[in-house]
Antibody
Framework: QVQLEESGPGLMQPSETLSLTCTVS????????VGWVRQPLGKGLVWMGT???????NYNSAVQSRLSISRDTSKSQVFLKMNSLQPEDTGTYYC????????WGQGVMVTVSS | DIQMTQTPSSMPASLGERVTISCRAS??????LNWYQQKPDGTIKPLIY???NLQSGVPSRFSGSGSGTDYSLTISSLEPEDFAMYYC????????FGAGTKLELK
């Protein structure tokens, strides 16, 4: 059974660096891509970036300068790091298999507020 | 970036009704199109990949079609659990989502 689970801090201060982890099971990171998707409160879904099976990455141009996605295949974990947080980064962050989106985590809520 | 225009933004419908949600891409996306359902608790359920392929466990009342720039999701006969938000997503290039369609009980 494939599972993806996001974890990370719920509350961040502006200008801080966000670190999120996506832990996967029943699913090989060397055979599948994993992406991060953000959903601002009450709004739609926005793709942020993907790390592919071979380890290469692609990022949404809107956040590319602040975002880094990496992984630890031995721990079956994918990481998101985004610096210079602003209140508009508030939302629910999901990890999901790519490119078919056939598996999603439950999401983790992140609030950026002073 | 490829823009996805999803219509309608909301749709009142009745149990048993047949409904269709549309997505139009700003350029051709070669059938690289997924559909998702999101419930109010935030849970996202994949429905269809590559335009018309049902994800595992998805009921056959869901179907997808399209080509070029125009794609659609059809639910042949609405069940109570189908009232939710629906999103399309292209992955021909950097993925982008449609703005969503809220399917509401009439």
């Amino acid at each position: 059974q494939v599972q993806l689970e996001e974890s990370g801090p719920g509350l961040m201060q502006p200008s801080e660096t966000l670190s999120l982890t996506c832990t996967v099971s029943g699913f090989s990171l060397t055979s599948n891509g994993v992406g991060w998707v953000r959903q601002p409160l009450g709004k739609g879904l926005v793709w942020m970036g993907t790390i592919w099976a071979g380890g290469s990455t692609n990022y949404n141009s809107a956040v590319q300068s602040r975002l880094s996605i990496s992984r630890d295949t031995s721990k079956s974990q994918v990481f998101l790091k985004m610096n210079s947080l602003q209140p508009e980064d508030t939302g629910t962050y999901y990890c999901a298999s790519q490119p078919y989106g056939d598996y999603w985590g439950q999401g983790v809520m992140v609030t950026v507020s002073s | 970036d490829i823009q996805m225009t999803q219509t309608p933004s909301s749709m009142p419908a009745s149990l048993g009704e047949r409904v269709t949600i549309s997505c139009r891409a700003s350029q051709g996306i070669s059938n690289y199109l997924n559909w998702y359902q999101q419930k109010p608790d935030g849970t996202i359920k994949p429905l269809i990949y590559y335009t018309s392929n049902l994800q595992s466990g998805v009921p056959s009342r869901f179907s997808g079609s399209g080509s070029g720039t125009d794609y659609s999701l059809t639910i042949s006969s609405l069940e109570p659990e189908d009232f939710a938000m629906y999103y399309c997503q292209q992955y021909d290039s950097s993925p982008t989502f449609g703005a969503g369609t809220k399917l509401e009980l009439k």
